[in-house]
């Protein structure tokens, strides 16, 4: 079983910066790709970024240009650094691990809990 545990969020003013941490523990795969995804009040849960095993990387339209997803495998710990942050970015954002590269919530298996992150203009 996997543990994910989401930290770095908070309130931001909008053009600001915040950066994401996801630690993993339980039975972690090297070959296992992990993801960020994101829910607003009354959205569905929607993809951000992703980053497989071998550090290829995947954003949304929306996250491309402004996010950066990286993972340092020997501290079982991926990080999200967001800039230039709009008050559309605002949202729960989740940390998730799965055996596929994809880009729905259905190819990840392990989720963490959430860290709420607000944009303000």
């Known amino acids: 079983q996997v543990q994910l545990v989401e930290s770095g969020g908070g309130e931001v003013q909008a053009g600001g910066s915040l950066r994401l941490s996801c630690a993993a523990s339980g039975r972690i795969f090297g070959t296992d790709a992990m993801a960020w995804f994101r829910q607003a009040p009354g959205k569905e849960r929607e993809f951000v970024a992703a980053i497989s095993w071998s550090d290829r990387l995947r954003y949304s339209e929306a996250g491309k240009g402004r996010f950066t997803v990286s993972r340092d495998n020997y501290r079982d710990t991926m990080l999200l650094q967001m800039n230039s942050l709009k008050a559309e970015d605002t949202a729960v954002y989740y940390c998730?691990?799965?055996?596929?590269?994809?880009?729905?919530?259905?190819?990840?298996?392990?989720w963490g809990q959430g860290t709420q992150v607000t944009v303000s203009s």
């Open positions: 998730a691990r799965g055996g596929t590269w994809g880009t729905v919530p259905s190819d990840y298996d392990s």
